[in-house]
């Protein structure tokens, strides 16, 4: 069945960095496009960002554009969010997913001093 | 850009049914698939609805999906309520360029 496990999240301080990864397994990987969701804590989900399958298309949401990137290995059927210049306001839980609607469980990251 | 409203929150008795709606701002919702997540404090969403009025497996028959052009809208109906449908129900659809949208989530209190 289709799975995906993200890793990666803790706390970092202001200014710090973290590299989220996530697992995918059940399906084939390299024909899907891939996400980046996250969740500040009592709020709504929010897109971040979007890699197509072959991954030389990426898009980001305006938040962490400059800041953030996304990548893939199709070989390892990996993603992946590099975080630079964390925020305050970048604590969330961050979720990959999948159309239609598959998502995994969740990695938490908490930037505080 | 392209947003999905929802209501706050809705409320209903056990047993009964309800009706969470999601407008699209602009451009017909019928466009592009509705998909609607249930979200229970302190777990990860999951799918209750995908492609507009699909059910994974698992999602009983209580659940369903519907598309309304003239209001540019799509609607999640539950059906003989629980306390167990407590929870937060988000929309998500896609903009002109594949990306995903969210609507701004429901709080369903089952009371």
């Known amino acids: 069945q289709v799975q995906m496990v993200e890793s990666g999240g803790g706390l970092v301080k202001p200014g710090g960095s973290l590299r989220l990864s996530c697992a995918a397994s059940?399906?084939?990987?390299?024909?899907?496009?891939m996400i980046w969701i996250r969740q500040a804590p009592g709020k709504g989900l929010e897109w971040v960002s979007h890699i197509s399958s072959s991954g030389t298309t990426k898009y980001y949401a305006d938040s962490v554009k400059g800041r953030f990137t996304i990548s893939r290995d199709n070989a390892k059927k990996s993603l992946y969010l590099q975080m630079n210049g964390l925020r305050v306001e970048d604590t969330a839980v961050y979720y990959c997913a999948r159309k239609p609607g598959y998502w995994g469980q969740g990695t938490l990251v908490t930037v505080s001093s | 850009n392209f947003m999905l409203t929802q209501p706050h929150s809705v409320s209903e008795s056990p047993g009964k049914t309800v009706t969470i709606s999601c407008t699209g701002s602009s451009g017909s919702i019928a466009s592009n698939y509705v998909q609607w997540y249930q979200q229970r404090p302190g777990s990860a969403p999951t799918t209750v609805i995908y492609e507009d009025n699909q059910r994974p497996s698992g999602v009983p028959d209580r659940f369903s999906g519907s598309i309304d052009s003239s209001s540019n809208s799509a609607s999640l109906s539950i059906s003989g309520l629980k306390t167990e449908d407590e929870a937060d129900y988000y929309c998500?659809?896609?903009?002109?360029?594949?990306?995903?949208?969210f609507g701004g989530g429901t709080k369903l209190t089952v009371l």
């Open positions: 998500q659809s896609y903009d002109n360029s594949n990306l995903w949208v």
């Open positions: 059940g399906f084939t990987f390299s024909d899907y496009y």
